[in-house]
């Protein structure tokens, strides 16, 4: 742990790795200290739609400001998008198959953890 900065009870790595918990022994001004070190700190999160029609579109939306956060034209039974988690994100996501009545699910929230969702598509009756 040479060279790295202590803040309150986190580390910051050269490389800018954060790691919190302690270590076995660290020296500050000639005084070592015992402190236990933690896992690295998960930024990256997935969000993973589950049986999906195939050959549905599908699209993430963010609430706020309806822009695009991931899609795809054409899927398979299943969808999943990994971001990078930073804050929680109020969003939305639409399933488009023209066989199928159109869904849309609101209030979708991505977070600092890991999101299944199962989704079931209604026929159209034409």
């Not at 202590?6 to 919190?20: A, H, Q, R, V």
């Amino acid at each position: 742990m040479l060279n790295d900065i202590l803040f309150d009870k986190t580390f910051i790595t050269k490389s800018n790795e954060l790691l919190s918990g302690t270590v076995q022994s660290y020296s500050m001004d000639g005084i070592y200290y015992d402190y236990t070190l933690g896992e690295p700190t998960q930024t990256q999160f997935t969000i993973t739609l589950l049986n999906i029609i195939p050959q549905t579109e599908v699209r993430i939306y963010r609430t706020d400001n309806r822009s695009e956060i991931a899609g795809i034209e054409s899927s398979l039974s299943s969808f999943s998008y990994e971001y990078i988690y930073n804050q929680d994100i109020n969003c939305y996501i639409v399933f488009i198959n023209q066989n199928y009545h159109y869904l849309k699910l609101n209030n979708v929230i991505l977070t600092n953890k890991d999101l299944t969702i199962p989704i079931t598509q209604s026929l159209r009756l034409f």
